[in-house]
């Protein structure tokens, strides 16, 4: 059984003439909110960079294990499949591919055990034609037409994201009970508190002699969808309990 | 029938309290490339900031229409239903959903033409619990658990690119609008609601010399989590109304 953890080593970020060290950390930081840590860089600008580890905000064991590369092929030394990152392009004949779409492929490459490269360009040109055929599919983020271009990091925030929640997959973690968290009412507690609720409405003189069937219906649907814990039941009881006792002190004489 | 422009139109990004002026440039940048302009402030450090316009790479329209508020209530305005972007949180009593989720919800509030909020925190502080308080559930981005914080425009883009993901599926969310149903309360007349239930608790005299806030924050959370319609809201008013009269009989002599 492969774990999240072995399809994660198979999984590179390669980022290509990166022209702001500032966008190199950016891209280490998002990478490693997904979990992901092996980078490669290809002819930066400027790296290291003290931009590179202000922007990582702690990624900065992402940034240390960073690969430096004269080419692109070097970067890609040992992967299977590269997948680039690309606005639309006129006479590149790749196949282009969501990036859901992409993560899902990752994802069977890795289980396959085949290295896998997800290659992203320039900030001002993207990857050239000669990248890009380097690549087997091109990943088009679905951006619109009149404003099309991703901050870099943003791209790999986008892609890593994708990733990890395909990784999560069916296995997502057991729904997240807080240490503190109250139980839920249960159904027969909800009925103790309709009938509380009830008799406060009469106390106070609700209904003023309508049929109270259509209100408490009413108040039924409003407070089974709240799904009340028991805190909250008990923190109710208490305000009926004190608005019948105003009723109670009202009718004294 | 809907188009996305109509649907798009409905829906607005708020950040809160936002300390760097260039992250509300780059949240600006990230929310233009997925179709989406409109921003509102809560109490931004500095804003308008030549960083941000700087950071927003284009995208200055987004930040010349951005509203400014000096707190979260005024920026809901006239919203039905608000999601906090926010980290896994104790005691805080409110549903959690994915991105993914969000962005279903979302569009299917808007195809009902209802007015949707993201809301996001400060950069490092997030939402407080009182802000979380006016959301109707919380966005948690599948990040991991050691390294869980993404830059504030990383999380704006994510929230978007899901957004425009769905807005471009076929699966348009079908109307599912029940031909009698009420229009869901909006963000004002939810203010308004709180305060006669707080007036309500004090003239019954709920607390007893007990500080409100806790008991207030605890039922705001649980009548967010009911997304209760406009006619609930009257229904509930009334019951308000009556209690506070037999407090006041209780307290004639």
């Known amino acids: 059984m492969t774990s999240a953890n072995d399809l994660i080593a198979l999984i590179r970020f ?8 500032g966008n190199i950390g950016s891209a280490a930081r998002a990478m490693r909110t997904m979990g992901f840590s092996r980078m490669e860089l290809v002819t930066p600008a400027r790296f ?41 392009r006129r006479g590149v ?3 282009e591919i969501s990036p859901r779409e992409a993560a899902a492929q990752v994802l069977a490459a890795a289980a396959r055990g085949e290295q896998v490269a997800l290659v992203f360009g320039n900030e001002r040109t993207g990857l050239e034609n000669e990248e890009l055929a380097r690549c087997h599919a091109m990943v088009r983020i679905p951006s619109v037409d009149d404003f099309s271009s991703l901050n870099l990091s943003q791209a790999v925030q986008v892609m890593a994201y994708e990733l990890r929640v395909a990784l999560l997959g069916e296995d997502l973690p057991p729904p997240p009970v807080p240490q503190d968290a109250e139980p839920l009412a249960d159904a027969a507690q909800m009925e103790r508190f309709y009938e509380h609720l009830a008799q406060m409405l009469d106390d106070i003189d609700f209904h003023k002699g309508r049929a109270p069937t259509t209100i408490m219906l009413r108040l039924r649907k409003l407070f089974q969808r709240a799904q009340m814990d028991e805190r909250e039941l008990r923190m109710l009881h208490g305000v009926f309990a004190d608005a019948q006792r105003m009723a109670k002190l009202a009718r004294r004489d």
């Open 14 to 21: 390669v980022l290509v003439r990166t022209s702001h060290p």
């Open 93 to 95: 004949n790749l196949p």
């Open 48 to 88: 290291p960079s003290p931009e590179a580890v202000a922007m990582a905000a702690g990624a900065d064991d992402v940034l240390e294990a960073a690969g430096l590369h004269g080419g692109l092929v070097d970067s890609l030394a040992g992967s299977n499949l590269a997948l680039g990152l690309s606005a639309r």
